[in-house]
């Protein structure tokens, strides 16, 4: 059983669309960590999130946790082919160790 | 600056064997974590070594034991290994301090057991 839920599990969409992916979880996290992975590789950190109603935003990839640390979302605007990947979301607990999301697949095509 | 770097890449045995895997943490970094993911799932949090201690364990048997050496390297063992042993195993490298942990990831090795 994973401590973090994502939904959904699996998204396909067409270029130029917009995404949201969410991680849900009943338990607090001291901070909560972004990752995309791609076939037979390792997870790339992306962001991490600490404080409670935080949003960062890289380019075009918003980030949000929630404000009471439980939960945080994904959202990518204009999606690109080059978007396409394994996304996690994973959860530190005081005493730093991750608890990972199964992931969410996101397919953009051309 | 050099990054997480895993060996070998891949590795096939056969059911009964013992394997291991080794981990090159990111320059500066002072802990290492493994992980198991299978198929279609997260990573699964196997254990963290920090300063050559045992700093945590997940729900693995004791079949699976590690090692950081004074360099912060770090070596996975598992032995007896079974089918369901098949996965990537996932080397992270962080520098524990401060309020929040960033773990960096290496490129995984894949293992099959047969």
Do not use: M
């Not at chain 1, 009943?26 to 390792?42: A, D, I, K, M, N």
């Amino acid at each position: 059983t994973q401590l973090l839920e994502q939904s959904p599990q699996f998204l396909s969409i067409q270029e130029g669309e917009n995404l949201t992916v969410y991680c849900n979880s009943s338990s607090v996290f001291s901070s909560l960590q972004w990752y995309r992975q791609e076939p037979g590789e390792g997870p790339v950190l992306l962001v991490t999130v600490v404080t409670g109603g935080e949003v960062k935003k890289l380019k075009r990839l918003t980030f949000q946790f929630g404000d009471a640390r439980k939960d945080s979302s994904l959202h990518i605007t204009a999606a690109q082919p080059g978007d396409t990947g394994l996304y996690l979301c994973a959860g530190e607990a005081d005493d730093y160790k991750l608890s990972f999301g199964a992931g969410t697949t996101v397919t953009v095509r051309a | 600056e050099t990054g997480v770097t895993q060996s070998p890449t891949h590795l096939i045995k056969t059911r009964g064997q013992q394997v291991t895997l080794r981990c090159s943490s990111q320059s500066g970094h002072n802990t290492v974590s493994w992980y198991q993911q299978a198929l279609g799932q997260g990573p699964q949090f196997i254990f963290q070594y920090y300063r050559e201690e045992e700093n945590g364990r997940g729900n693995f048997p004791p079949r699976f034991s590690g090692l950081q050496f004074p360099n912060y390297s770090s070596e996975l063992n598992v032995n007896a290994l079974e089918l369901d042993d098949s996965a990537l195993y996932l080397c992270a490298s962080s520098v524990t301090a401060g309020s929040y942990n960033e773990q960096f990831f290496g490129p995984g090795t894949r293992l099959t057991v047969l």
